[in-house]
């Protein structure tokens, strides 16, 4: 049995993180990956993918099944499968994973699979309410705390191991160095990004680039891509009156988003005193990045799979502050790992108040560190366990004559 995975995103994520460990924890397991790649996504060859992984840049979606060995063959699309794929064969297991919930969307882009693999519960309860053939069980993902290799900090900024000032925290015993970049990441795809894209970089590169500095009082942070399925600016509009009346609760912003995503965010923490809330841009070392946090806080919950960066988070020591609601509920034990707090849609963010006056009264905070039998559930060991009989129901199917 040939493996080929399928991830044809240009932009670097959290499923391109997850694409790295699935092929690493196969190749524990003896299978080798052949890795079908956007032409656009340049950040593949700073991932750390093992050396059995061969990796072909797809120039034309049309010759998918020219790309695909002789013999048996396991197709593992990151997202429902190209439509080129999905003719049924003898000898192909046509197979995804499901990074996103099909609640809200069209359940009908994972039809014609063979088995659909959901990256939590969240995910799986979506797929089998829609009678879609998904896997008994969530194929959680792994805590990624290492620099980020998928997009190198601007010219002029250099990076975390070149730094000529980098120091320690002695409080937190890492690196601290964290230098302000740029908050958009443009989609190329659209006009207005293509325009401002291109002017952007040379504005930026004549800006002051801080280093980050811890802030007296309590450090909220959001680590994240500034995409839609975050829903920020929807959670902000909420939480940003709440934030006002509290002066000593910072809030830190690290990551980039395309010029609508940040527009969008920055119109919901007008509320805000100016400084009050600050942008970092993406960083890639994320683990610096989370020790310098009191509390990681997530954005809504009904459009996110699972949340990698809640698990990132805890792996570091560094709680989460969630809504009450699933994934975040497979994701953060409340009180021992972070807070879960009522959906402030439903009391204007009122839950989240009470839950900060306690924080700033002394409240102790939770020891992420010390829940270690939460934390293995998303271990690297754990997740190439999960795979185990992955990889046998694939080599059965794709052995049937």
């Not at 050396?51 to 990151?78: C, S």
């Not at 965010?265 to 890639?284: E, H, T, V």
């Not at 989240?352 to 992420?368: I, V, W």
Request: proline share 9%; charged share 25%; with cysteine.
């Amino acid at each position: 049995m040939k493996l080929v995975q399928i991830n044809l995103q240009p932009h670097f994520g959290g499923g391109e993180v997850y694409t790295a460990f699935l092929c690493r924890a196969l190749a524990r397991l003896g299978v080798s990956t052949r890795l079908l790649t956007h032409p656009r996504a340049d950040f593949w060859g700073r991932v750390d993918l093992p050396d059995d992984t061969e990796r072909i840049v797809v120039a034309d979606g049309a010759a998918l099944p020219d790309l695909l060995p002789p013999g048996p063959v396991w197709l593992l699309a990151h997202g429902p499968l190209p439509a080129a794929l999905r003719q049924p064969h003898a000898r192909r297991y046509r197979t995804a994973i499901a990074h996103m919930p099909v609640q809200g969307r069209n359940p009908a882009a994972f039809a014609d699979h063979d088995c659909v693999y959901a990256v939590s519960n969240w995910v799986r309860d979506g797929l089998l309410a829609n009678g879609l053939p998904a896997w008994e069980a969530p194929l959680y993902g792994v805590a990624d705390v290492g620099p980020r290799r998928g997009r190198l900090p601007p010219k002029g900024i250099p990076r975390r191991a070149e730094h000529p000032d980098a120091q320690s925290d002695g409080k937190r015993g890492i690196d601290a160095t964290i230098n302000r970049t740029s908050r958009y990441d443009w989609d190329r795809r659209k006009g207005r990004d293509r325009l401002f894209g291109a002017a952007e970089p040379l504005i930026e590169s004549m800006r002051s680039h801080p280093r980050f500095a811890r802030r007296p009082g309590l450090t909220l942070g959001i680590v994240s891509r500034l995409t839609p399925i975050k829903q920020f600016p929807l959670l902000f509009s909420h939480l940003a009156p709440v934030l006002a009346k509290r002066p000593h609760v910072n809030l830190e912003i690290f990551g980039s988003g395309g010029y609508a995503s940040v527009r969008d965010l920055d119109r919901a923490l007008a509320a805000l005193a100016p400084g009050r809330a600050r942008f970092w841009g993406q960083q890639r070392n994320v683990g610096g990045i989370y020790r310098q946090l009191d509390y990681l806080l997530s954005g809504l919950p009904e459009k996110e799979a699972l949340g990698l960066n809640i698990i990132e988070a805890q792996a570091c020591g560094t709680p989460v502050i969630a809504v009450h609601a699933p994934p975040f509920t497979e994701t953060v034990s409340n009180g021992l790992t972070g807070f879960l707090y009522r959906d402030p849609r439903e009391d204007a963010g009122a839950d989240f108040g009470r839950l900060l006056d306690e924080l700033l009264e002394g409240r102790p905070r939770p020891k992420p560190e010390l829940a270690e039998g939460h934390l293995a559930r998303f271990s690297f060991a754990a997740f190439v366990e999960r795979l185990r009989p992955v990889v046998d129901d694939a080599r059965r199917q794709t052995s049937r004559e």
